[in-house]
């Protein structure tokens, strides 16, 4: 909704952006992180021993593409990615347009786009995982600090809950012009959004212009530019790709959504594969091949507790697997990345 009403008030003469823009701006960036997060899955799910590592560190390399393109974008359009995008600008507070942004709130911006949601990520990844050994596995006696970790567990959904209250009061009020800002990162920053003038875009023509003279001073200044035009030619090869590919991205995020997974597994489900017959031994007895299929892979000794590991089709020991997914996140035969709520329990009728 806010992609589609975004033109209808692009064209006014007002500085202060409307409520379209803005969410359409917050919208882009929330696009990018799910889309990339799923290509690197199926790249490391094709080749796990040498892709594997940017699936464990993907939320840290995601930091660091993140805190150049941002750095960037801050550095020479006073805007985010996302903001300069839409044809907006960030603002001290007490300024009436001017450009660039003062240090402090430069690098407060910084710090707002950049480690906020890595930290809002990790702490989504680290109770969700909490949740999940709560629910496979047996609750003993708990410390003093456990049972604190858990009170917090329990009460990060209405902490979640009167953040999202807090952000919707505050687009309301922007939306009246009680406030001119709609986000509180952004109150938290100090600094406020406006669209780009003619004006703006000639004094970053002509910063870039300066910034491209002849290189001179000591080889540290040197080297100290030549990085800094490294890191402005990934950063803008990072944003025009970006840019080119941004529908793309919010048609990713609308197919691998929630509330379309059901049509995605219908559409993409594979048949289940055949069973691992090279891993039984050859030039064996029918009572060894019989025992031999029920040993455990991982310890060599009769199961117990039979349990499958879905993404493989393994079956182990439920202590063998639990202690190993929870230790690697990945098959301990096939390599595939797992997740503890993969194991599935197996009962026979003999149990």
Not at 295 to 308: D, I, K, Q
Request: proline letters at 6%; glycine letters at 4%; charged letters at 20%.
């Amino acid at each position: 909704m806010a992609e589609a009403g975004a033109h209808l008030t692009s064209s006014t003469a007002q500085e202060q952006p409307s409520i379209f823009e803005v969410l359409a701006q917050e919208s882009l960036m929330d696009a990018v992180k799910p889309a990339l997060r799923h290509a690197v899955k199926v790249l490391a799910e094709s080749n796990p021993s040498r892709y594997g590592f940017l699936w464990q560190c993907f939320d840290e390399l995601y930091l660091l593409l993140d805190f150049l393109l941002q750095k960037h974008f801050l550095s020479h359009c006073s805007a985010s990615f996302s903001e300069n995008f839409y044809g907006l600008k960030r603002v001290c507070g007490g300024q009436q347009g001017q450009l660039p942004l003062n240090r402090r709130s430069y690098w407060r911006s910084l710090l707002l786009l950049c480690l906020v949601p890595y930290l809002r990520a990790k702490v989504e990844a680290v109770l969700a995982k909490q949740r999940d050994e709560e629910d496979f596995s047996i609750r003993l006696s708990q410390s003093r600090f456990q049972r604190m970790y858990r009170a917090g567990v329990a009460a990060y959904p209405y902490v979640s809950s009167a953040w999202q209250a807090l952000v919707f009061c505050q687009q309301l009020l922007f939306v009246f012009g009680v406030a001119k800002t709609h986000s509180p990162l952004l109150w938290l920053a100090r600094v406020r959004l406006a669209r780009l003038s003619a004006q703006d875009l000639k004094e970053m023509e002509l910063r870039e212009e300066s910034q491209r003279g002849p290189i001179g001073g000591s080889p540290l200044q040197r080297m100290w530019h030549l990085l800094s035009q490294a890191t402005r030619g990934f950063a803008v090869s990072l944003s025009t790709t970006l840019s080119l590919g941004v529908f793309f991205l919010q048609f990713l995020e609308w197919w691998y959504s929630s509330e379309n997974q059901s049509t995605v597994k219908t559409l993409t489900t594979l048949p289940a594969p055949p069973p691992p017959l090279y891993l039984q031994p050859a030039n064996q007895s029918a009572a060894e091949c019989e025992r031999y299929l029920h040993t455990c892979p991982l310890c060599h000794r009769p199961r117990t507790n039979a349990t499958v590991l879905s993404t493989s089709g393994f079956v182990f020991c439920y202590r063998c697997v639990y202690t190993y997914v929870k230790a690697h996140r990945r098959c301990p035969v096939t390599g595939y990345p797992s997740e503890l709520q993969q194991l599935i329990k197996i009962y026979s009728p003999e149990s």
